[in-house]
């Protein structure tokens, strides 16, 4: 299949749920396998890497995380560190996206990006709606908004019925990070 015969699809992966950046981490291996290229955009997600990184690198795929420092979010409120690193994912969304220099372009955390005003939503939708016609765009993270959700052609909620957190199991290397 050539360039000129992919269509490119908006899929968001949202919810309560765990599994949505491990889902478009699935869909970039499986894109890199196919030798489609491939960009993995971070919004909000810096300090220490998450352990996935090193292997979609060593399998070519191309890993942006303008984030710095770990997101205020989790502590209650945006920083403007996360300011900062939102706006400068979304400016490197923008030019990757309308660029087609890549078959798929995941926006990890776009949702709650947005979700939480650190980013204009207008930009980013008009980004998307700018694709070249080859290139499939993913957006993951909680919150994604109805008007995300209508620029979508696949939507999949990943929800929570139980999680080890509750107990007071910590995030563990190599399998939640």
Same mark, same amino acid.
């Given at each position: 299949?050539?360039?000129?015969?992919?269509?490119?699809?908006?899929?968001?992966?949202?919810?309560?749920?765990?599994?949505?950046?491990?889902?478009?981490?699935?869909?970039?291996?499986? $894109?890199?396998?196919?030798?489609?290229?491939?960009?993995?955009?971070?919004?909000?997600?810096?300090?220490?890497?998450?352990?996935?990184?090193?292997?979609?690198?060593?399998?070519?795929?191309?890993?942006?995380?303008?984030?710095?420092?770990?997101?205020?979010?989790?502590?209650?409120?945006?920083?403007?560190?996360?300011?900062?690193? /939102?706006?400068?994912?979304?400016?490197?969304?923008?030019?990757?996206?309308?660029?087609?220099?890549?078959?798929?372009?995941?926006?990890?955390?776009?949702?709650? $990006?947005? $979700?939480?005003?650190?980013?204009?939503?207008?930009?980013?939708?008009? /980004?998307?709606?700018?694709?070249?016609?080859?290139?499939?765009?993913?957006?993951?993270?909680?919150?994604?908004?109805?008007?995300?959700?209508?620029?979508?052609?696949?939507?999949?909620?990943?929800?929570?019925?139980?999680?080890?957190?509750?107990?007071?199991?910590?995030?563990?290397?190599?399998?939640?990070?």
């Amino acid at each position: 299949m050539t360039e000129d015969d992919r269509v490119g699809l908006v899929q968001v992966y949202t919810g309560d749920g765990k599994g949505k950046t491990t889902a478009a981490v699935g869909l970039a291996v499986r $894109a890199a396998g196919a030798g489609l290229r491939v960009l993995f955009l971070q919004f909000v997600k810096g300090g220490e890497r998450s352990s996935e990184l090193a292997m979609l690198e060593r399998l070519g795929v191309a890993v942006e995380r303008p984030a710095r420092e770990s997101t205020g979010l989790l502590a209650g409120g945006a920083t403007d560190e996360d300011r900062r690193a /939102a706006e400068e994912a979304l400016s490197i969304a923008e030019r990757a996206i309308v660029s087609g220099s890549y078959d798929l372009v995941v926006l990890d955390e776009a949702c709650v $990006a947005t $979700a939480h005003g650190l980013l204009d939503e207008a930009r980013l939708l008009q /980004a998307i709606a700018a694709r070249p016609v080859h290139v499939e765009v993913v957006l993951t993270g909680r919150g994604a908004s109805e008007a995300v959700l209508e620029a979508a052609d696949l939507v999949t909620e990943m929800r929570s019925h139980k999680h080890p957190f509750e107990r007071g199991v910590p995030a563990r290397k190599g399998i939640e990070f």
